[in-house]
């Protein structure tokens, strides 16, 4: 009988600690990936799709258009800063290839700056058509970098 006791308290014990500590079988992945996100370059990454959801609504409205530059501008800037990063994932990709992993990254960046520029340049002149195509453009290309320099997410 207290063999019996003892494998139910010993179930019952082991049930317990799964339930009260499930954040202590947090995988390697995930703990890996909450640093990445900590990193500098994705702090400024996390501006610019903050700016890119308030453009998709305030675009839509002229009314709104000094609120678009000044969201514009702050995703220029965050932009900006980007361009003098290096994705965390340039550690994974092999020495040999990584300076061109870096420059093509750099690259593309400039690229999606001169859009931030000429959305805002349409946002100043009122053409808020224009902009929303220029806004679907950027969106295009931030899912291409995404998907080139962190293929893991």
Same mark, same amino acid.
């Given at each position: 009988?207290?063999?019996?006791?003892?494998?139910?308290?010993?179930?019952? !014990?082991?049930?317990?600690? !799964?339930?009260?500590?499930? /954040?202590?079988? %947090?995988?390697?992945?995930?703990? +890996?990936?909450?640093?990445?996100?900590? @990193?500098?370059?994705?702090?400024?990454?996390?501006?610019? *799709?903050?700016?890119?959801?308030?453009?998709?609504?305030?675009?839509?409205?002229?009314? *709104?258009? /000094?609120?678009?530059? @000044? @969201?514009?501008?702050?995703?220029?800037?965050?932009?900006?800063?980007? %361009?003098?990063?290096?994705?965390?994932?340039?550690?994974?990709?092999?020495?040999?290839?990584?300076? +061109? &992993?870096?420059?093509?990254?750099?690259?593309?960046?400039?690229? &999606?700056? %001169?859009?931030?520029?000429?959305?805002?340049?349409? %946002?100043?002149? =009122?053409? #808020?058509?224009?902009?929303?195509?220029?806004?679907?453009?950027? =969106? +295009?290309?931030?899912?291409? =970098?995404?998907?080139? &320099?962190?293929?893991? #997410?």
């Amino acid at each position: 009988m207290l063999q019996v006791r003892s494998r139910h308290l010993l179930l019952a !014990l082991l049930a317990l600690a !799964l339930c009260l500590s499930p /954040a202590a079988f %947090v995988s390697a992945a995930d703990k +890996e990936k909450k640093e990445s996100e900590d @990193t500098e370059l994705a702090k400024h990454m996390e501006v610019i *799709e903050k700016a890119m959801k308030k453009l998709k609504k305030s675009l839509k409205s002229a009314d *709104e258009n /000094a609120a678009s530059a @000044t @969201t514009v501008a702050e995703m220029k800037k965050a932009s900006e800063a980007c %361009v003098e990063l290096i994705p965390a994932y340039a550690a994974k990709v092999p020495e040999a290839k990584r300076a +061109e &992993f870096v420059e093509s990254y750099k690259k593309e960046m400039k690229e &999606f700056i %001169v859009e931030v520029d000429k959305l805002a340049d349409a %946002v100043k002149a =009122g053409k #808020n058509e224009e902009a929303l195509t220029i806004h679907k453009k950027l =969106g +295009e290309l931030e899912d291409k =970098g995404h998907e080139k &320099f962190t293929p893991e #997410n």
